[in-house]
């Protein structure tokens, strides 16, 4: 199928597209949340949740906002080649765990965002400098 239609498609599914779609698809993550869904001959990941939707759009967004530095960019205006995609996605979130617990695995990406606003509040609070450096050590590309 080509792109436009998939794009179509998409664009009129009521699905709430999972920003950390790339990472679970992967297998570099997983979430509790998480619906796979086939869409145009493609797997896609939807969130079955509206709140922890909203949380994991955030966290990317300060995530892409906190690696431009780390990907050599000055800013971020448009999508990010899957190499990079994946490494502030996998990354951030692995440092993220690595920062709650001391563990690489992220079992469950609802979950972890919840507990790190436990701990440090609201995700303009999270140790996004740490994450990042973490993020170069615990990352390997496949």
Partial sequence: MDEAAYRQALTTSTLRY????KTILTNGAAC???ERHNIAEREIIACNDAEAHQRCIGLRDLLRHNFTFALGK???????PHAQEMRMQ???LKGLQFELNGGEEVFDIAALVVMAQQKYGELDDFPYSQMVRLANT???AR
């Fill in 18 to 21: 999972c920003p950390f779609e």
């Fill in 32 to 34: 509790s949340k998480a």
């Fill in 74 to 80: 000055l800013h971020i205006d448009g999508p990010l």
């Fill in 90 to 92: 996998c990354g951030g």
């Fill in 138 to 140: 615990l990352y390997k």
